[in-house]
């Protein structure tokens, strides 16, 4: 696949780009500051800011999917769709964070969160992104959260799937590799399976 990728030198995106080279894609990956990319076969790095809503579709135009890993507390949610639609892009996939993940209780991840005084900047910036999403009935959009925990990690290629429900281990601990959460991203752009809808990945 022709790829684009928003978000290329973060946490997360670095291991997207990682995985999507692994598997023999073509990528054009993108950062406010390119120069981080340096060079690798079957990359071209391209400076892009998603406030430039034009900028963006024209780094955005030619391919067939678009993957956005950005932080959505620094990133208009409205300015990435509106690029994307004037890109022709339909394919598209958001990472969006584990906040607006259900727990048991019924009451989502960030309320759990805040309740013992945690409150991450990304985190209900990234569920009133997911929001807008969802309304993005012309667009072929998948949503990703992680799990509670993603850290640097190994490739394993063992986790499970699920939908709107934080995944816990038999312990009650929530976690993935950033490795593995990029296998999980490259697995769903390659065989769709939550088209239109968000998933998660854990342990």
Aim: proline residues 4%; glycine residues 8%.
């Amino acid at each position: 696949m022709n790829i684009v990728l928003i978000g290329a030198t973060g946490a997360i995106g670095s291991r997207i780009l990682d995985e999507a080279l692994r598997r023999g894609h073509t990528v054009t990956a993108t950062s406010r500051d390119p120069a981080k990319l340096g060079s690798r076969p079957g990359m071209s790095g391209k400076p892009a800011n998603t406030s430039d809503v034009a900028a963006t579709a024209h780094v955005l135009e030619g391919h067939d999917a678009a993957v956005v890993s950005v932080k959505w507390n620094e990133a208009d949610v409205h300015q990435v769709l509106d690029a994307i639609r004037k890109a022709g892009v339909k394919r598209c996939l958001f990472v969006i964070g584990a906040g607006s993940l259900l727990r048991k209780d019924g009451r989502t991840h960030f309320e759990h969160m805040a309740e013992k005084g945690i409150e991450p900047p990304t985190s209900k910036p990234a569920a009133l992104a997911f929001d807008e999403m969802k309304k993005a009935n012309d667009l072929d959009w998948t949503a990703i959260s992680p799990a509670a925990s993603i850290q640097p990690g190994e490739r394993t290629g063992a986790f499970r799937l699920g939908l709107d429900h934080l995944i816990e281990d038999d312990k009650g601990e929530s976690r993935i590799s950033r490795e593995d959460f990029a296998i999980a991203i490259l697995d769903e752009l390659e065989t769709p399976r939550h088209m239109r809808k968000r998933f998660t990945a854990g342990y």
